[in-house]
């Protein structure tokens, strides 16, 4: 790894995002990603684009495409899979990262 790359990766790791990015950048050839937000949401898609403090989903459903920008430090877990577990199911399930 080169000298610019490893600057950039600690300026990406601040406190609220530290380990996010990272994690965000393994998934980008994924079909299908979910995003937990810490408000919430659920943010469904493909990802487009990532800096150092967003990352864009990018969902497509016929023709119609929406893009969603969302906060790193607002994320509170992210899936890998297709599918995200019902709230009755185990609240951490081997296929999510949890940053809480």
């Known amino acids: 790894m ?3 790359r490893e600057k950039i990766e600690k300026e990406c ?3 609220c995002v530290e380990g996010i990015r990272k994690v965000l950048e393994k998934l980008r ?3 299908t990603i979910f995003i937990s937000t810490c408000g919430g949401s659920l943010v ?3 990802i487009k684009n990532l ?4 990352v864009m989903v990018v969902r497509q459903v016929g023709d119609n495409i929406t893009e969603q920008w969302v906060s790193l430090c607002e994320i509170d ?3 890998r899979n297709t599918t995200i577990p019902a709230p009755t ?4 399930p081997a296929d999510a990262e949890d940053f809480n």
Request: charged share 45%.
């Open 29 to 31: 050839d994924e079909p």
């Open 2 to 4: 080169g000298k610019n």
């Open 44 to 46: 469904e898609g493909r």
């Open 51 to 54: 800096t150092c403090d967003i």
């Open 13 to 15: 790791d601040c406190c």
């Open 89 to 92: 199911d185990d609240p951490n």
């Open 77 to 79: 877990r992210i899936f």
